[in-house]
T-cell receptor, first 112, second 110 residues
Framework: KAGVTQTPRYLIKTRGQQVTLSCSPISGHRSVSWYQQTPGQGLQFLFEYFSETQRNKGNFPGRFSGRQFSNSRSEMNVSTLELGDSALYLC???????????FGPGTRLTVL | GQQVMQIPQYQHVQEGEDFTTYCNSSTTLSNIQWYKQRPGGHPVFLIQLVKSGEVKKQKRLTFQFGEAKKNSSLHITATQTTDVGTYFCAGPGSGNMLTFGGGTRLMVKP
């Protein structure tokens, strides 16, 4: 089985711009979660989608949004980028509720 | 909201020494998961513990889930350079959202 894939792997943006990151889960996995990882804050939960519905949302501002498509692929969008949004964004898929998370390689976002 | 704390944040050991990381949750957990992230890599699932007092072993790694299901530990016997990385615990919180601890970064001197 192919693993979780994320595109792009690296991204450089400037403040005020917006960005869309993509995640393709493992085939058959319907749950997709997004995390932000920074050296100081560790792994912070952004949101989780299951069958195109957002089931959970972490404590992030409304500039962070996401969606899931009928094929379980997911995208997350960050609008009006700030310097503090520079981070590794990880997507993880799982079979169900709180199951083993399979992480993708991440997208390294740098905001200048 | 739920908090998951891990100690220590960093640990330097000489190759061959033992290593332990501890995880504490502010709330009772239905289960706890452990992940390992190698430098430059992404977290990889190691194990899930579900039962109170459960102990599981994977070669040199021993995982424990506390009796009250609020704490857990990971012990590595005779560390090797391949054990280098950050070890995270994670538990489901409100809304079954998975909350990760801050991680323990293990460095091994050969």
């Amino acid at each position: 089985k192919a693993g979780v894939t994320q595109t792009p792997r690296y991204l450089i943006k400037t403040r005020g711009q917006q960005v869309t990151l993509s995640c393709s889960p493992i085939s058959g996995h319907r749950s997709v979660s997004w995390y932000q990882q920074t050296p100081g804050q560790g792994l912070q939960f952004l949101f989780e989608y299951f069958s195109e519905t957002q089931r959970n949302k972490g404590n992030f501002p409304g500039r962070f949004s996401g969606r899931q498509f009928s094929n379980s692929r997911s995208e997350m969008n960050v609008s009006t980028l700030e310097l503090g949004d520079s981070a590794l964004y990880l997507c993880a898929s799982s079979l169900g509720w709180n199951g083993e998370q399979f992480f993708g390689p991440g997208t390294r976002l740098t905001v200048l | 909201g739920q908090q998951v704390m891990q100690i220590p944040q960093y640990q330097h050991v000489q190759e061959g020494e033992d290593f332990t990381t501890y995880c504490n949750s502010s709330t009772t957990l239905s289960n706890i998961q452990w992940y390992k992230q190698r430098p430059g890599g992404h977290p990889v699932f190691l194990i899930q513990l579900v039962k109170s007092g459960e102990v599981k072993k994977q070669k040199r790694l021993t995982f424990q889930f506390g009796e009250a299901k609020k704490n857990s530990s990971l012990h590595i016997t005779a560390t090797q350079t391949t054990d280098v990385g950050t070890y995270f615990c994670a538990g489901p919180g409100s809304g079954n959202m998975l909350t990760f601890g801050g991680g323990t970064r293990l460095m091994v001197k050969p």
